[in-house]
């Protein structure tokens, strides 16, 4: 039995990205050809963002990060899915389209909707954030990969990080959780 179409259109990078999520799912996608998009694909993801929702889904690297950025600043409420970085590992290259099938479908069942209300009382302070040690520690960017994992919100270096929590709204219970699980797998594993 075949599944039923994704109703959010993905936005990804490129054309193999859209072979992978075919590969993977039924589900349309916008190609931004590349981490420089014009007026014309932003319009494309706004339209589409408009009739039936957008799921941004761009490699875990720079270039993707900054996809997400700028369509986040151009579109209102749009969804982020995430994929860690060993889940899309090619031989020479990070990218959506060397991701599994099943690692695919995994990050688009886990979808996070983006929302910055000012008057939203942030899940966790800077200085928490400091004392939790997700800045400033020698293992800071293990454990912000760790629980960045744990959570399927992508890694990111300290401030984007921090702002990713915020933004997509991980709740103190989900970032706690986590933080424990992470402290338990590292009990675990010595």
């Not at 991701?99 to 302070?125: M, Q």
């Not at 454990?143 to 919100?153: D, S, T």
Request: glycine share 8%.
């Amino acid at each position: 039995m075949a599944s039923a179409k994704l109703k959010e259109v993905i936005v990804v990078e490129g054309r193999n990205d859209t072979l992978a999520i075919k590969r993977a799912l039924d589900a349309d996608t916008i190609e931004t050809r590349g981490s420089a998009i014009g007026e014309e694909v932003l319009a494309q993801i706004k339209r589409a963002q408009a009739s039936r929702g957008v799921i941004v889904f761009t490699d875990p690297d720079h270039a993707g990060e900054r996809i997400r950025r700028i369509i986040s600043r151009e579109i209102e409420g749009v969804k982020h899915a995430f994929l860690a970085q060993h889940e899309a590992r090619g031989k020479r290259k990070i990218g959506v389209e060397h991701a599994s099938p099943d690692a695919i479908r995994a990050a688009l069942g886990s979808v996070r909707t983006e929302w910055a209300d000012p008057r939203d009382e942030p899940p966790l302070t800077w200085e928490e954030y400091i004392e939790l040690g997700f800045v400033g520690q020698p293992a800071s960017s293990e454990l912000r990969r760790k629980v960045a994992e744990l959570l399927g919100i992508g890694y990111g270096n300290a401030k984007q990080f921090y702002r990713r929590l915020q933004v997509l709204c991980i709740t103190r219970e989900e970032l706690f959780q986590a933080l424990e699980r992470v402290g338990k797998d590292a009990v675990d594993e010595s």
